[in-house]
């Protein structure tokens, strides 16, 4: 599943490529004792003080270390470096758990060599625990070991339920100059956005100021991160930060720079690429669902109806049981709040369709239930009704997701 084939020619995938592949970054993580064998504690640092901006959970119980963060940026909007515990969110602590991520701040900064406020602060992991706070410190006292500086080690060392690592890289040309810009995501449960989804760490070589970049992230967010869904939960701790710190050497990047948009689409593919190694990487997941809503009168309309489709829970089985019962797609279309024409829908299954015009084709259901024990589904909703459309992005709904999470605390 790839972007549309308009994407600017001039971007192009790293396939080996990740969150500090571009200019100046480095990263690592350890293992501390907060995690029994794996590690979990981590840091992205930039050789410079780095442009930054973030999206944060809407969640009420928005967990300390992200009110730390957002302080920090408040100052100068630029952050530095990064440090990031798995394990224990440190969220819904009150004014302990708020001291803990402030101490974790400034330690870092001491240990780092950098101004308290260029350092953002996070966690994830179990809600309602303390930091244990000398295992915090162990963390922060490696930070300075050249064996740990291994960008595998931070992007094993943010994981909770994660099966796998999530990272990736683009680079794209502005002003003639090369520009890369590198991802590295955590996410498998508690996933469904209302600002971002998990927690996404970007970076970027290119020179731009804060508001255009702030700006580009909101709205490609809502295109990507904010278009998956796991289980309809959305965590206290989710944020995707996006660091830029001048390296490329292009001309500074504003609304008005004629490769602007060329940017926006390279942050765009990156986080398309995060956003779907997440919801492939659901808890207990086998299979990837990419819902395809197309003609609608509306980007808003279609992104609705998509991650209404997406979130169904019996979608979701359907397609772990690869039993082709398009009915709970077109349920799921109806319960979406948005104004639909039934009398105009059609409905496929990878390449068959099952719906058009709102009633039900005769098709071939061997060849349905064969393409719905593929690994990536696409489900594609027409509305014949406008010319906007949206893609969302989530996984099947299996047995080990309620094994993994009936016993998470245990």
């Known amino acids: ?72 940026i408040e100052v100068d909007q630029k952050i530095q470096t990064i440090v990031c515990n798995s394990a224990i969110a440190n969220a819904c602590t009150g004014h302990i758990g708020y001291k803990n991520a402030k101490i974790m701040q400034e330690e870092t900064a001491e240990k780092m060599n950098v101004a308290a406020h260029h350092v953002a602060v996070y966690s994830t992991g179990l809600i309602g625990e303390q930091l244990p706070m000398d295992k915090i410190k162990t963390g922060i006292e490696q930070m300075s070991e050249q064996s740990a500086y291994q960008v595998d080690a931070f992007e094993h060392a943010i994981l909770t339920t994660d099966t796998v690592t999530k990272h990736a890289a683009v680079q794209c040309e502005i002003d003639g100059k090369t520009v890369t810009l590198g ?17 996404g760490f970007v970076t970027t070589d290119a020179v731009i100021e804060h508001e255009p970049l702030l700006k ?21 701790n989710d944020s995707v930060l996006v660091l830029a710190n001048q390296r490329a050497g292009n001309e500074t990047l504003t609304e008005d720079h004629p490769d602007y948009p060329v940017f926006i689409q390279a ?14 990487d659901g808890e207990g997941a086998t299979k990837l669902i990419e819902v395809n809503v197309t003609n609608t009168h509306s980007v808003t309309a279609a992104r609705k109806i998509a991650k209404s489709v997406i979130s169904s829970n019996l979608v979701k089985t359907a397609v772990y049981g690869a039993d082709p019962n398009w009915g709970r797609v077109v ?44 690994k990536a589904i696409e ?32």
């Open 1 to 72: 599943m790839n972007m549309t084939n308009t994407m600017n020619k001039s971007i192009r995938c790293l396939e080996q490529g990740h969150v500090t592949t571009p200019s100046g970054f480095t990263a690592g993580g350890v293992h501390t004792g907060l995690r029994k064998k794996k590690l979990d504690f981590g840091w992205l640092h930039s050789d410079i003080p780095a442009v930054a901006a973030g999206v944060y959970t809407t969640n009420t119980f928005q967990a300390a270390p992200l009110k730390v963060t957002q302080e920090a």
């Open 379 to 410: 489900i594609t909703v027409d509305l014949h009704d406008g010319d906007e459309s949206a893609k969302a992005w989530g996984c099947d709904l299996t047995y080990q997701y309620v094994t993994i999470n009936a016993s998470y605390r245990t």
């Open 267 to 280: 942050l765009t593919l990156l986080s398309e690429k995060l956003a779907q190694k997440i919801a492939e």
């Open 331 to 374: 349920c799921a279309v109806g319960y979406s709040n948005e104004p639909v024409n039934p009398d105009l829908v059609d409905v496929f299954l990878g390449p068959v369709q099952v719906v058009s015009g709102g009633l039900p084709l005769a098709f071939d259901e061997e060849k349905a239930t064969d393409y719905l024990k593929n």
């Open 183 to 199: 991802g590295a995501a955590k996410g498998s449960g508690m996933i469904e956005p209302n600002m971002a989804t998990m927690l």
């Open 216 to 236: 580009a992230l909101r709205s490609v967010t809502d295109q990507t991160f904010n278009m998956i869904t796991v289980d309809g939960d959305s965590s206290t």
